[in-house]
């Protein structure tokens, strides 16, 4: 993935962090959905991308939990390489993980600029 994580994702205010990894979770979810109902793969291959895509979702709601308490332990490079380590698990999971945290991050990018587009009215 060309996308710089821990730059992007630590260039956002405190706020859209928060949301970036809550929308991340979610998205996640929608992953787990999608792989199993992959028409294509055997079940014994969905339920082992389901099993690394649900040890990353496990890591980010951890990481909410500790964002919301101002908490925070794992630096997002940390939290990066956690990711990277779980799709090196089941690398067919790439696509999947890579897809929720794009769509995450320009959703909140989006945001941060529409609000920044109204505050000049």
Do not use: C
Not at 26 to 48: F, G, M, P
Not at 82 to 94: F, K, L, R, Y
């Amino acid at each position: 993935m060309s996308f710089e994580y821990a730059p992007s994702i630590g260039s956002l205010y405190p706020e859209q962090r928060l949301h970036f990894y809550e929308l991340f979770a979610h998205n996640l979810t929608i992953s787990i959905r999608s792989i199993w109902s992959d028409s294509v793969i055997t079940d014994a291959e969905k339920l082992d991308q389901i099993k690394w895509v649900n040890e990353i979702m496990h890591r980010i709601t951890s990481k909410i939990y500790h964002l919301r308490l101002n908490q925070n332990t794992m630096s997002d490079s940390d939290t990066w390489q956690t990711i990277e380590h779980w799709v090196s698990q089941n690398p067919a999971i790439g696509d999947e993980v890579t897809f929720a945290i794009m769509y995450s991050y320009n959703y909140v990018v989006r945001l941060k600029d529409e609000d920044l587009d109204h505050s000049s009215d």
